[in-house]
């Protein structure tokens, strides 16, 4: 069985009403983390930088805005299937992105013949690994 979903779109780092420029964004779904997918952008210049968000979210965000803390995911026009802006914050810094929604529908589609919506909890391991991290923490917030 395939384990993960990946794919590359390239999206529109938006730096001012003025400036914009393209980059690729490296989309990544894994069953060993069902309700996660993970965005690696590639700045010109810098090493690359990897945010980790709900799948649920990301879905939400295609259609009505979404998103209440560092992840802000919207669509620019509601009323259709259009653009969607990605804004990603780090205390008062803030970046935003545009890319167009059917990459992002295509990948979500991907995701879901690999791990339905709403059926991760289906998948053993996962549990497994969740019990398994939470140990972990909080042994070491025990021991610190």
Known sequence: MRESVQAEVLMSFLVSQEL???IPVELHYETSDPYAVRMTFHLPGDAPVTWAF???L???GINAPSGDGDVHIAPTRPEALSDVHIRLRVGSDSAL???GAP???AFLDRTDRLVPL???LALGDFEVSLEEALGRILAEENAG
């Open 20 to 22: 914009s420029f393209r």
């Open 54 to 56: 709900g799948r649920e």
């Open 58 to 60: 990301l879905l939400d």
């Open 97 to 99: 992105f545009r890319v």
């Open 103 to 105: 990459p992002l529908v």
């Open 118 to 120: 709403g059926q991760e």
